[in-house]
């Protein structure tokens, strides 16, 4: 972030996804003060169980995300499976079947290039581990627009391609480990 507040929170994982946000998300107080969206690749026709595993574990409020809703600070909003999330210039939510970007619908670089457009330097992303090159493109868009880019350190990734790719794609991006991130988020509702 070149200057100002965080306003939002938006990650991005694949393989490994689930014990990665285990360390990230439980964490987090009910009152945590910025919304959180997030995508996992699920493959498609596939229920995604991932908002009610989290909401299960977590003090915030965890969800499915749904078209045209207006985000919430100290919620998780989960991409729905097979619809890419955006989020719009006025900080709703936006579902679209528009075609899968590097095989993935839902498209981390989608969310991410979208939310940069709509929260510029008020951005953090962060990139996970996962096992293909989506996510770096839009962290390399949120660190353009000002936003701050985050990245899992690959060594200890389960997953450690769409890390490695999103280091290169954003060569100035924090990388640390989960454990790292978990203390990061925490101390950055208080900046």
């Known amino acids: 972030m070149t200057s100002g507040k965080a306003e939002a929170i938006v990650i991005g994982a694949s393989a490994g996804?689930?014990?990665g946000l285990s360390v990230i998300l439980p964490p987090l107080p009910a009152s945590y003060a910025l919304p959180l969206m997030i995508v996992v690749h699920v493959p498609p026709g596939k229920k995604s169980l991932l908002a009610e595993i989290f909401q299960a574990k977590c003090a915030i409020d965890v969800r499915e995300?749904?078209?045209k809703e207006?985000?919430?600070s100290g919620t998780a909003y989960f991409a729905t499976p097979d619809y890419h999330m955006l989020v719009e210039s006025d900080k709703s939510?936006?579902?679209s079947n528009d075609e899968p970007v590097l095989y993935s619908r839902p498209s981390i670089d989608v969310l991410f290039e979208s939310a940069a457009d709509a929260y510029g330097p008020g951005l953090v992303a962060i990139v996970l581990t996962g096992a293909n090159d989506d996510g770096?493109?839009?962290l390399k868009a949120v660190a353009e627009a000002g936003g701050l880019a985050i990245v899992q350190n690959p060594v200890g990734a389960y997953a450690s391609q769409m890390p490695e790719a999103a280091i290169r794609a954003c060569p100035g991006a924090k990388v640390l480990s989960l454990e790292?991130?978990?203390l990061f988020l925490l101390k950055l509702e208080k900046a």
């Open 180 to 182: 790292q991130i978990a």
């Open 17 to 19: 996804a689930l014990e």
């Open 65 to 67: 995300a749904e078209d």
């Open 136 to 138: 770096a493109n839009g």
């Open 70 to 72: 207006p985000l919430c």
């Open 93 to 95: 939510l936006a579902l």
